[in-house]
């Protein structure tokens, strides 16, 4: 061991060493240990890990003089660094921030390197500790002298190449709904609500080109910034005092990084949704109608639906089925024999699905009953009331699932609302719970996660899933994942491939975009844009669909909209493409299961050689032997860029050698470009569905 002041002089190098069994991603002991080493000069303490057969091995230094930082490198080259005022804290009746400033001390004992540094307030120090094992190290951080409030660390985007993961994004140019940059650090991302409570989908873990990543052990809410302002930082933000808990991964490659992630939050132990559901499209009404709709026109619906050969394997009826929010029963003028329309929808061949939440509005008569018996969630800043949230559709409280009276009483509506009319499954909508509310006595906020996907487990959520997230619970419960409503413009259709590709990589493999078309309340789409989006769904794992080609309402005229049969058959192509591909998805699926991989992944998860790859944003692989490469513009031609290998163009029946990129790729609108990697597990199955006939 040693400690030092501040005055370091002229020391010299020393190195201790200590033993230790390192751990793969998964938590098994490798057979050869690697040994840290810990060497100290007048300018720098450095940690050192070796590599091993299955880790690359990693060193972290730490400047002696001047400002504290943390410099995470892999074979001399720099692949995470901390930026300046890297370890910050808020405290103090006027709670501005505050950061480390010098090293000064440190320690190695037992497996830990310890620093402490003095901050920029007077009669406070921070006190971090490195736990290192053969592929990451663990960074715990406090600050000892003072009460805090919020804790802070922030890097360096640049010294790591590309940033991915966090999952949805909030940016200043429309995200989650119309942007989604892919990388991270190409747009600008500002999310001070990030945590488990937020209705995105995000998880507190990142990971870069230069295959580290960086994992915030954390339940409460985060504020987190990528690139802010273009200030070029990851800002990193915990709402709480206490320990700042992280670890840092360094791998060869970024999937090997996703990998170590996936050893901490689990991979899915089953998939929700049936191989018929992963087969067919899934309708529902919502961009259909929104809440303009009826038994009439529900009807009318899914009859064209049938007509018109748009397969499918559900109908759902979507918001604004019932009498008020929360009383579980129907409108009786706009639905006067809702078990008759439930009996046709199951004539024409589709199962029939209701839209439910647990949100309950404050004029429904079920409001005054839950809040009597005490099923609501409590008031954050009163607990001796009920939480009240604004939502868009009124004002309302939250039954309490911590409270096992409360979720006994919300599934007896159901039953009785699903035996009573035929109801197949459901789709939960809304959070589990929001930050205004208080958590149950002995649960905490990431609890109601875990709550949510119990209860959503007990039914059919027929391919529509939920969005529950942030921990073990979501991760290895094997939920469907729906994205953010989306716009209905080009723009939404590209966020939503870039979104697919952030959620599915930060361990959500059963990822489907927003409804084909989009849904935020907006004009409908064009006809280009219906049949480039279902033509893009259709080499995902799964097609939600609500928006018929056989025309929608406008919701914001109330008319009709008429496409022309070509948009029809097109997306009827589409539907039938992703039919046959059925059989290679759901090996897919049965894959993810054994080992947590992703299904559909960016080109460089599976070619991490490929530099090109790393900002390719309308590109993908379905597995490990398509490449799909649809047309996401208006243009009738793009580049395609194909890594390393043997491919298959299934256009043009010829096979092409990469790496190569075709450039002018003519995409009229009935072409839809797609590779097979003629070398990659699948690929039998991937000609028999795509080969042309």
Same mark, same amino acid.
């Given at each position: ?143 000892? %002298? ?5 804790? %802070? ?26 942007? /989604? ?52 930082? %990851? ?6 005092? %206490? ?44 961009? /259909? ?82 809040? =009597? ?83 959503? =487990? ?236």
């Amino acid at each position: 061991m040693r400690i030092f002041s501040r005055n370091f002089g002229c020391l010299l190098a020393t190195a201790l060493t200590v033993a230790f069994l390192p751990s793969t991603a998964h938590g098994t002991p490798v057979s050869a240990p690697a040994v840290p080493t810990v060497s100290a000069s007048s300018t720098q303490v450095s940690l050192h890990v070796p590599p091993t057969h299955t880790s690359p091995g990693y060193s972290v230094t730490v400047p002696t003089t001047g400002q504290l930082t943390l410099t995470t490198s892999r074979s001399g080259r720099t692949v995470l660094a901390t930026a300046a005022d890297a370890l910050r804290f808020r405290s103090g009746p006027d709670d501005t921030w505050q950061h480390a400033t010098a090293l000064t001390g440190w320690s190695w004992r037992t497996g830990v390197l310890t620093l402490t540094a003095e901050t920029t307030l007077t009669g406070t120090e921070i006190e971090a500790r490195l736990i290192p094992t053969a592929d990451r190290y663990q960074l715990d951080w406090e600050v000892r %002298g003072v009460e805090t409030t919020e804790l %802070g660390l922030d890097y360096d985007l640049s010294r790591s190449g590309h940033w991915y993961g966090h999952g949805e994004t909030s940016t200043p140019s429309g995200g989650p709904y119309t942007d /989604q940059p892919w990388p991270l650090d190409a747009g600008q991302v500002e999310q001070p609500d990030f945590g488990p409570a937020s209705y995105q989908m995000v998880d507190p873990f990142w990971y870069t080109e230069s295959s580290a990543g960086l994992y915030v052990d954390t339940g409460d809410t985060m504020d987190v910034s990528l690139n802010a302002g273009q200030d070029g930082l %990851g800002r990193f933000g915990v709402d709480s005092g %206490g320990t700042y808990k992280a670890t840092v991964f360094v791998e060869s490659t970024p999937r090997a990084v996703y990998d170590d992630y996936i050893g901490i939050v689990g991979k899915p132990r089953q998939s929700d949704a049936t191989y018929e559901q992963f087969e067919k499209p899934l309708w529902n009404s919502w961009a /259909q109608f929104y809440t303009g709709v009826d038994q009439e026109k529900l009807l009318a619906y899914a009859t064209a639906l049938h007509d018109k050969g748009l397969g499918g394997h559900t109908v759902q009826l979507d918001d604004k089925w019932e009498s008020n929010y929360g009383n579980m029963t129907f409108d009786p003028k706009a639905y006067p024999d809702p078990k008759s329309m439930s009996d046709q929808i199951h004539v024409l061949g589709y199962d029939f699905g209701l839209w439910v939440t647990l949100w309950i509005n404050l004029d429904s008569t079920n409001y005054q009953y839950a809040a =009597d018996h005490d099923y609501l969630l409590h008031d954050a800043a009163d607990p001796t009331k009920p939480c009240t949230v604004t939502w868009w559709n009124g004002t309302a409280g939250i039954v309490d699932l911590g409270n096992p009276a409360a979720k006994t009483w919300y599934q007896g509506n159901l039953k009785t609302l699903m035996d009573s009319y035929g109801v197949d499954g459901l789709k939960f909508d809304t959070r589990f719970f929001d930050d205004h509310c208080a958590p149950r006595a002995g649960h905490t906020r990431t609890d109601y996660q875990r709550l949510g996907s119990q209860l959503a =487990d007990s039914y059919d959520l027929q391919g529509a899933g939920i969005r529950v997230h942030w921990g073990s619970a979501a991760h290895q419960a094997g939920f469907v994942v729906r994205q953010m409503d989306k716009g209905t413009g080009w723009n939404s259709l590209r966020a939503s491939v870039s979104q697919n590709l952030a959620l599915s990589t930060i361990g959500y493999p059963f990822v489907e975009t927003d409804m084909i078309g989009g849904s935020d309340g907006q004009p409908p789409p064009t006809k280009e844009v219906l049949v480039r989006w279902a033509q893009s769904a259709s080499y995902m794992a799964l097609m939600y669909a609500s928006t018929s080609p056989a025309g929608p309402t406008d919701v914001t005229t109330r008319q009709e909209v008429s496409y022309d049969e070509q948009t029809v058959a097109l997306y009827r192509e589409a539907i039938a493409r992703h039919e046959r591909l059925a059989p290679y998805i759901w090996d897919q699926v049965r894959r993810t299961l054994r080992t947590g991989d992703p299904i559909v992944r960016p080109l460089f998860f599976d070619f991490p050689q490929d530099r090109a790859s790393y900002t390719i944003t309308d590109e993908w692989m379905l597995g490990p032997a398509i490449l799909a490469a649809p047309n996401l513009t208006g243009s009738a031609a793009r580049d395609i860029h194909l890594p390393a290998g043997t491919w298959y163009d299934t256009v043009r029946s010829t096979t092409v050698r990469g790496p190569v990129t075709l450039k002018s790729y003519a995409t009229p609108l009935t072409v839809t470009p797609a590779f097979v990697n003629l070398r990659a597990r699948g690929a039998d199955k991937a000609l028999a569905a795509l080969r042309r006939q």
